[in-house]
């Protein structure tokens, strides 16, 4: 009886380690998105400047995700998931010195390399033996619950702290060593929980090799290029939602206090809206879903766009704010499902999600630069409105891309994904 209790809570202290883990990690690349305005003062930089150190960092990640699947099939995820804590912990406690422009950019490709190619795809990977082949859906809604929970618990304990001590270059320095830390601590835990071993019992493609015919089987498949589409356009909203901070701060002329309080706030959503999204979807369909959530995306980020920045108009933007962020939080719950949706080989599910995220999360290069660009080149409420406008249109694309798989793949019983 003993032997089985432990190995439960062995079991679940598994995931606990790889939801906070999975979520802590990448606060530091993405400071921005709750001290944009701290951040660019510390650094002395311009919008155009702090949109490059995310762009630099999409760039090291968009080539290290493939490489980093294949890596984890054949390296203990123990390992890889540990590595990547303690050297991106160690790079943080550095960046809180706030080093020169250049320095910056090399911290923010540094991070590509070891959160994208050491550390995602040996999270995905332990997650899938985490839970048989009938689980699946349930191991990643709980994987991205638990790294909803873990990134609002430590950012509203963290904001407090910034708070607390000025929020000014200090205070700032403070958070980045506070999350380099907790990043190194769970580097250790990881070490010390985490098993070596690589399980390939709940995988039905054990065994299986994929070389360069099983790569260019997969590209060729119509339903690939849409799912990749869908994350893409789905990612872009992830990013509009960045700009909410400085959107309160700019426009509506809130404290950097209370426009990061909305930041962190909008986080509390992340997992409820992962965790109730998933149950829509196995009710109405995971491509239905998704095309109703580009829907609301589209006439969120427009209303952005025009709304006036007085006042009165706070809790309608706040409002705004909390249903964007819903919709974005719930579409990155299941947008991974559309590979099961889509008739996705089995054996082929590696290389296909290693495709996908390669080209979905391209905006991590392209959206930082092209917000600060537009702010840069056309300031206050004119330079949102492109924004705001340019990513609805971008949603509309992904709308058009979540349709065609449902009437094809879905609608039109069509299960041959590379028909």
């Known amino acids: 009886m003993l032997s089985i209790t432990m190995s439960v809570f062995r079991h679940w ?55 980093g699947g294949w890596l984890a099939d054949r390296v203990s995820p ?75 618990l430590s950012s509203a304990a963290i904001l407090s702290v910034f708070v607390a001590l000025g929020s000014g270059d200090y205070a700032l320095s403070m958070v980045i060593v506070l999350f380099a830390g ?19 019992e709940n995988s039905s493609a054990a065994g299986q090799k994929v070389g360069l015919e099983e790569i260019i089987s997969a590209l060729k498949m119509p339903v690939v290029w849409l799912i990749a589409t869908v994350i893409l356009t789905g990612y872009c909203a992830y990013w509009g939602t960045f700009r909410f901070t400085s959107y309160a701060t700019d426009i509506f002329m809130m404290s950097v206090a209370i426009a990061a309080s909305i930041s962190v706030g909008k986080m509390w959503l992340k997992p409820l809206a992962a965790f109730i999204a998933g149950f829509i979807a196995d009710r109405f369909g995971i491509a239905r879903t998704v095309a109703s959530l580009f829907v609301v995306l589209v006439v969120s980020f427009c209303f952005f766009a025009v709304m006036p920045g007085s006042a009165v108009m ?27 949706e889509g008739g996705i080989p089995m054996a082929v599910t590696g290389t296909v999600a290693g495709i996908v ?12 630069l092209l917000g600060g660009v537009l702010l840069d080149t056309f300031p206050g409420a004119t330079g949102y409105r492109y924004f705001f406008f340019t990513t609805a249109g971008i949603c509309a694309v992904g709308f058009a891309a979540s349709l065609i798989i449902y009437l094809k793949y879905v609608k039109g019983g069509n299960s041959r994904a590379a028909d």
């Open 357 to 368: 995220s390669a080209i979905g999360f391209t905006p991590d290069i392209f959206m930082p």
């Open 13 to 67: 202290l598994t995931m606990v380690v790889l939801s906070i883990s999975g979520g802590i990690i990448f606060f530091l690349p993405f400071l921005q998105e709750v001290y944009y305005k701290p951040l660019a003062q510390a650094l002395s930089l311009n919008n155009t400047e702090v949109g490059s150190l995310m762009s630099v960092f999409g760039m090291t990640s968009l080539i290290s995700y493939f490489p």
């Open 314 to 340: 706070i809790p309608l933007m706040l409002a705004n704010v909390a249903l964007a962020s819903l919709a974005v939080f719930a579409m990155r719950g299941i947008y991974f499902a559309l590979l099961e």
């Open 182 to 200: 907790l990043i190194l601590l769970l580097g250790l835990i990881a070490w010390f929980t985490l098993e070596d071993s690589i399980n390939e």
């Open 78 to 152: 123990r390992k890889l998931i540990s590595f990547s804590l303690l050297l991106t912990g160690i790079t943080g406690l550095y960046f809180s010195t706030f080093p020169a422009y250049g320095v910056s950019l090399a911290l923010h490709a540094f991070w590509g390399v070891s959160i994208s190619f050491l550390f995602w795809g040996a999270m995905i990977r332990m997650t899938r033996n985490w839970a048989p082949a009938e689980e699946q859906g349930r191991a990643f809604g709980i994987l991205e619950t638990g790294r909803g929970l873990g990134e609002v």
